[in-house]
């Protein structure tokens, strides 16, 4: 049996290296593609969970603002105005966990662009 060159292995390695090294980008390109989608529907519907919240509590701030000025109605004034407080912290929470799903979405996006 003859043997190959060593010039000859030694290519025949690299392009399985190249063609292994090409074929995990594309995997790791398609991962992040999911990963992204992923993301913006969660985004969206934490947006719509979050519009929810800002209504309710705008509709409590109303409410409070409406009773302030009615005789006897201060307590339930106070309850609505607590109850709206409650809405705009949950919706900043929120907010908070877009913002972050945001931040891991722009960086998977510049990872996709460098590939």
């Known amino acids: 049996m003859k043997k190959k060159p060593k010039h000859l292995i ?8 190249g063609v292994f090294i090409l074929l995990m980008l594309l995997v790791s390109a398609t991962k992040n593609e999911e990963r992204i989608c992923f993301l913006t529907k ?5 947006e719509d969970v979050k519009r929810g919240f800002i209504a309710k509590a705008l509709r409590h701030e109303n ?3 409406r009773l302030q000025f009615i005789d006897g109605e201060e307590l ?3 309850k609505h105005a607590k109850i709206a407080a409650k809405y705009q912290l949950a919706a900043k929470k929120v907010q908070q966990e877009i913002d972050q799903l945001e931040r891991e979405k722009c960086i998977l996006s510049e990872e996709k662009n460098d590939l």
């Open 42 to 46: 969660k985004i969206t519907e934490l």
């Open 63 to 65: 409410q409070a603002q």
């Open 76 to 78: 339930e004034a106070k």
């Open 10 to 17: 030694f290519r025949a390695f690299l392009l399985t290296l």
